[in-house]
Structure formats: structure tokens, C-alpha cells
């Protein structure tokens, strides 16, 4: 006797992706393979990393304020205006620029900063995309030469920028000039360069900070750019070896056991049959897929007398279904039968007999072969779907009831 070790769907779908199955448990053995043989035999990784020694960041802001000179109802003489983006000319005529760096390193080492604070003032236009300069003068404000600021500290240099005084030269520019083109522009802009050292290795940071000042009569406005922080990473190289995981040690043997297994089990499986599909349980099987999935057009109900009705015997349940659904019936489910009753036909089907899942293929394909011929006890079902199951009677003459003990 043959041991059925899947169901019929399981080996219908071994049966049909049998070669992609093997060649899944091929790939689980060369993975597990090469897994093993990588953290068996080649065993640690030496590998080269960059290593961070130390880290070195510069900063840098501007500061922007002005005091006012007069009494107004709103502002008072000597009052502090800061970091504002308008300021009021006849007010506060006068802007004050803070400009400050800072540094910070964690070997502890000092830095050296040079800057150079200068207001630029200058006619510009936009063309084509393009900034186009018409005319520009540059003045050094102030100039910081290589000062030594320590670690976590800052260094600052400040500037004032008269507002009369700018709008003064540059109407005595333009009436030089004879000619007013483009938008003025005033530029309070700081060049540093800032140099330390963090483990052994030297940087140089090199920046343009500016404030940006829009004169004017009444009021003028201020925006600051800058920067930002910058940091620079002294690295060297480190050699360090990497260990094989358990993952790997363990992981990889047990994934090619797992591969080689499944492909022997496969190959054995199909050789000894264990996979092999009748054509009887192929049709039970499609039979109780297509109950399961047709439940919602199904009765269990005992089926009526044929009477004057014409009996007409369908193929399969999905044929029975799609006439039960193009005339708006039921399916009646009486046992093994089932029936549509439209007007003067009853169509019929006979689902085919169950196979014990332990009996050999040779068993399953066949059932014992009825004797009883009292035909005055035939049931009224068998009446109804006599000629649904000549074929199947004939093809499978074992598939009736048992013999009647009496005629033994």
C-alpha cells in the first residue's frame, strides 16, 4: 500500500511547480553552501575602516543693532533696536555690526583667525538672470590679523554704518556719474579665514559673511547671511576583524541540510508516487473546491419527484451553478445530489464519491461492485439521476452500494 503523505491539493500543486520547488531547494543548498564554506573556511574578515580621531568646527554670526537719537511716541532717546529686519533713518541713523567667530575643537588646540570687515556700496541690476554691477566702491571697515582664539571661545570685531552718509555719497556718485542706473546697494561684508589643528592633521576654513543693507530716506532694511557651522574630521586608517555570526556559523550547514532535504524528498516523492493524482480524486477535488466557492447558490433540501419533468445531467457543479444562476434557482443539495428545477426540466449532477486519503492509488481508482438488483427499492434519487451516472457507472462499476448480505 502506497502512504499519501499531502493532501490532493498539495500534490496538485507539487505536481505542477515541481521543477521550481526543486530548484528552490537547489538555491537554499548553494546559499547554505556558500554560507558555511565563507564562515568555516575563510573564518575571519580582516577589513580596513576610516576611522574619526577628531573633529574641529567653526562658526560664525552677525550681530545688528542701532540706538536712537531722539524722543518719538513710540521710541525713546538711547533706547536699544537689535537684530531687526527695518530700521527708521531719522530715528536711528546710525547701524551697529557685530561680527563674531568661534571655534571648537576636541584636542583642546587653539585656532588663529584673520578677518577683514569692509562696506561695500555699489549699483546693480538683474538681467537675464545676472547680476550686473554698474559701479561699486569698497572701504576697509576693519581688520582683525591673525588672532589666536582658544578653544570653546570667540573673537568679535565690530563696524558702524552711517545711513545718511551712505545715501549722501551715493547721490554725489550718481550726480558724477550723470546717470542713476540700477537698484543701490549697500554690503557690510566680513572675509576670515580661520586655521587650527585636530589630531595631527591641520584645516584652514575660508568663509564670506555679509549683512545686506537696503537704504532709503525714511527707513532702511538689514538682512544677515552667513555660513553657518563647519566642521572638519581628522581620520586614520584602523585594521579590525570581523568574526562569522552564529547566524552564519550555524545558519548556513542548516540552510544546505534544509536545501538538500527538500530536493531528496522531491525526488523520492515523485519516484515512489507519493505526489501521483487520480483522475478520481482530481474530480473530488475540484468538486469540493467549486462547493466551497458556489456555497451562497446552494439549499440542502431533499430534491422532488421528477414527475413530468425532463432530466437533464450536467458535467460538473460549476456547469449546475451557472443554469441555477441564469434562471434565478436554487441548487438543492440532497447528499451526493444536486439539482436546478427550471419549468418542465430538472438538471442534475452526481458529485463524485469521496477517496479515503490512507488506501493506495490502486484502491482509490476503484470501489466494489453492487449486486443488489431488487429494482422495486431503488430510491427516487437514484430514479432522478440514472442518467447522470451511466457513464460513471460504467467507467467505475465498483462505485455503488455494497452487496446485499441476503443474496449471499
Given amino acids: 500500500m502506497t502512504t499519501t503523505f499531502f493532501s490532493t491539493s498539495v500534490r496538485s500543486l507539487l505536481n505542477r511547480w515541481f521543477v521550481l520547488v526543486l530548484l528552490v531547494g537547489l538555491a537554499l543548498a548553494l546559499a547554505g553552501g556558500y554560507v558555511t564554506y565563507d564562515s568555516h573556511v575563510d573564518g575571519a574578515e580582516t577589513v580596513v575602516e576610516q576611522q574619526t580621531t577628531g573633529t574641529w568646527t567653526v562658526e560664525s554670526e552677525f550681530q ?20 531687526r529686519s527695518l530700521y527708521f533713518t531719522t530715528v536711528s541713523p546710525e547701524l551697529d555690526a557685530t561680527y563674531t567667530v568661534s571655534h571648537d575643537n576636541t584636542d583642546g588646540s587653539a585656532a588663529v583667525t584673520s578677518t577683514d570687515l569692509s562696506l561695500i556700496v555699489r549699483a546693480v541690476e538683474e538681467r537675464d538672470g545676472n547680476q550686473v554691477v554698474h559701479w561699486q566702491t569698497r572701504d576697509s571697515l576693519e581688520t582683525l590679523d591673525a588672532v589666536e582664539v582658544t ?20 547721490e554725489a556718485i550718481q550726480n558724477d556719474l550723470r546717470a542713476a542706473p540700477g537698484q543701490t546697494e549697500v554690503l557690510l561684508v566680513a572675509d576670515t579665514t580661520v586655521e587650527s589643528s585636530v589630531a595631527g592633521e591641520t584645516f584652514t576654513d575660508t568663509r564670506t559673511d555679509r ?42 550547514p542548516a540552510l544546505c541540510v534544509l536545501g538538500l532535504f527538500c530536493m531528496a524528498f522531491l525526488g523520492t516523492a515523485r519516484w515512489r508516487g507519493w505526489l501521483a493524482v487520480t483522475e478520481r480524486e482530481r474530480a473530488r477535488n475540484e468538486f469540493e473546491r467549486a462547493r466551497d466557492d458556489f456555497d451562497e447558490w446552494i439549499s440542502t433540501a431533499q430534491i422532488p419527484d421528477a414527475d413530468d419533468r425532463t432530466p437533464v445531467p450536467t458535467d460538473s457543479l460549476v456547469d449546475l451553478v ?23 426540466e430538472i ?14 492509488p490502486v484502491s482509490r481508482d476503484t470501489e466494489p461492485v453492487s449486486e443488489d438488483t431488487d429494482e422495486d427499492t431503488a430510491s427516487l434519487s437514484t430514479l432522478l439521476f440514472d442518467d447522470s451516472t451511466e457513464d460513471a457507472d460504467t467507467t467505475h462499476s465498483d462505485e455503488s452500494d455494497t452487496s446485499d448480505p441476503n443474496n449471499g
Fill in 211 to 252: 549683512i545686506e543693507i537696503v537704504p532709503g530716506q525714511n527707513v532702511y532694511r538689514v538682512s544677515a547671511t552667513t555660513a553657518g557651522a563647519s566642521s572638519y574630521d581628522a581620520t586614520e586608517q584602523v585594521t579590525r576583524t570581523i568574526e562569522p555570526t552564529r547566524l552564519e556559523l550555524y545558519g548556513g
Fill in 347 to 360: 438538471y442534475t449532477y452526481t458529485a463524485p464519491p469521496a477517496v479515503d486519503p490512507l488506501s493506495s
Fill in 151 to 170: 578653544d570653546g571661545e570667540s573673537t568679535a570685531t565690530t563696524a558702524s554704518v552711517a545711513i545718511p552718509a551712505i545715501l549722501s555719497r551715493t
Fill in 64 to 83: 545688528h543693532g542701532t540706538t536712537v537719537t531722539r524722543d518719538t511716541e513710540v521710541f525713546s532717546a538711547g533706547e536699544e533696536l537689535t537684530n
Fill in 322 to 344: 451557472d443554469i441555477a444562476i441564469d434562471s434565478d434557482r436554487r441548487v438543492l443539495e440532497d447528499g451526493n445530489q444536486y439539482a436546478v428545477l427550471v419549468d418542465s
